[in-house]
Every structure is written in C-alpha cells, then in structure tokens.
C-alpha cells in the first residue's frame, strides 16, 4: 500500500510519565477529523498496524502505548485509573495542538474512549469502540489488597510465562492461520520485562469499573460498535448491550471475526470509521 502520509513516531514526557505515539498525518488535511487509536490489555499499538494505513488515507492518526504497556514508561508511580488514561490523551492531544478527535478504542481501550467522552465530551466528537470492555466491576477488594504483597509481581510472571502464546492469541481470532511468528513475537515482548509486571499490579489496583448504564447514557455524542460475531473474550451481547445504553449509538457485525477486530478486519472497520465520520460532517473542526 502507497504511503500518503507524514509520520512523527517518538517518546514524550506527559503528565510526569514518558508515553510513546505514533502520529501519522498529512498536512493538507487541516480540519479534518484526527482518530485517536487505543490499544487494549496487554496490547500495543502493534494491534493497529493494518488498520492504521487504511485510516490514514483519509485522516490523521494518532496512536498511543498507554503507560505500562508497549514503549511506554512502567511507571511506579503513575495512578493506573481509566480517568487518568483518558486525561493523559488529551494532555497529549494538547501538546499536539489536537483540538478534537474521535475517539476509538478496542478491548479495554474501548473505556478508555468512553472516559474520555465523559470528562471532556467538547473534545471527542465521536466515538468507535472496537470489541470493547463492557460492564466490568472493579479488582474484588481481596485481589487488590493482595496486590501489595511484595512477591505478587514474579506470581503473576509466573502465570503468563508458562502460556503457550501462540494458543493464546490463535483463540482470540477466528482464523487461527492468520497468526504468525512475528504477531506471538511481539505480543510477548511485554512479558520479558519485569517492569511490566509491577505495572500489571498497579493497573489491578487501580483501575476503576467500566462505566455503569447510567452513566453511558449520559454520553451523547456519536458512537460506532464494530464487533466480532465470534468473539470469545467480549461476548457479542456485550455491544448489544452497549448498544441499547448509549443514546446514540450503532452496531456493525463481522461474520467469522473473533476479538481482534483491527486486526482480523482491517479494511473493513476502516471502511465502516470512514462512513460513520464522514456522515453529518459538515464542520470538521480537528487540525492535524
């Protein structure tokens, strides 16, 4: 595929804690929406590689390692919470001088987005969550407190380095031969860090429950579920749900698609973001 587009890959001190983006953008495209991609649990923006270039032909993208996991720092002392998730980005969006974005997050990163609706809505004109989190409560109070027990990082190392990665990742997908060396190469690049799993204790810790049905059907701006029929990590009843407790919201379906949606359909959700953000976009106001 050609390459139409700027690219400015690097590391950034945001609020006090170093965080990798990959901003992918063309400057002719002023006032045209930004997308901002978030990545999921024990993800990275390697999750966006294909979809990245088919969005990028009609915006700019902005893609972000959220602390503790891909290239960002795994910081002891940043507050693992959705909340600060969702202000980090904008605090990054601010130092790009991003006014507005839509706002696009899969798997965990999918509440990441609605945060970032919820506490900012003037800055997020749409929404679309990918196979998102849904529903969660927050860690049971034994699981956080026991996460303060100074071995409770080599026990969970111990956990994940005894998987068969490649099992693991062929199960999110629908079509198991589409996983390769490369993909399990670089989805456990995290588990070779020992920072990693510190962080992996302050995000169970800290992260607060997916935001309540209340509370969804006070965001209103514009949001676009694309989802797996075959999930097995996010059940499809999930986004139905989702779908019925956001005001404004609509739901797409992939046939023989599982949980990785970005990545098993690419061209197909760029396809369906494209027509979701151009549709009503009389007053793009974002700049690259």
């Not at 804690?17 to 045209?32: D, F, I, L, N, T």
């Not at 990441?112 to 860690?139: D, F, H, N, Q, T």
């Not at 992260?207 to 514009?222: M, S, V, Y």
Request: hydrophobic share 35%.
């Amino acid at each position: 595929m050609t390459q139409h587009y700027l690219e400015k890959v690097e590391t950034l001190l945001v609020d006090n804690v170093r965080v990798h983006y990959e901003y992918y953008y063309q400057e002719q495209k002023v006032g045209k929406p930004v997308i901002v991609l978030i990545h999921g649990f024990v993800s990275s923006t390697y999750s966006f590689r294909h979809l990245i270039p088919y969005l990028a032909k009609h915006y700019s993208v902005l893609a972000i390692d959220l602390p503790g996991f891909g290239k960002s720092e795994k910081s002891n002392s940043f507050f693992y919470s959705f909340h600060n998730y969702a202000h980090l980005i904008l605090s990054l969006m601010t130092i790009l001088k991003i006014e507005e974005v839509i706002a696009t997050g899969h798997s965990m990163g999918g509440q990441v987005a609605l945060y970032m609706a919820k506490i900012k809505p003037e800055r997020v004109k749409k929404v679309v969550l990918l196979s998102s989190s849904g529903y969660l409560k927050r860690a049971k109070r034994q699981y956080r407190y026991a996460s303060y027990i100074p071995f409770a990082p080599r026990l969970v190392k111990s956990f994940f380095i005894k998987r068969d990665y490649k099992d693991a990742l062929s199960y999110v997908v629908y079509n198991k031969e589409t996983v390769s060396q490369q993909d399990v190469s670089e989805y456990t690049k995290a588990f070779k860090d020992e920072r990693f799993y510190h962080s992996l204790m302050r995000v169970l810790r800290h992260r607060e429950g997916d935001l309540t049905a209340e509370q969804l059907k006070r965001i209103h701006q514009p949001v676009l579920l694309l989802w797996g029929k075959h999930d097995p990590v996010i059940p499809l009843y999930i986004g139905k749900r989702l779908q019925m407790d956001l005001p404004n919201a609509n739901i797409v379906i992939f046939e023989e698609t599982g949980h990785l949606v970005p990545e098993e359909r690419p061209k197909e959700v760029a396809e369906q973001m494209v027509k979701f953000i151009d549709k009503d976009e009389s007053h793009p106001s974002s700049n690259p």
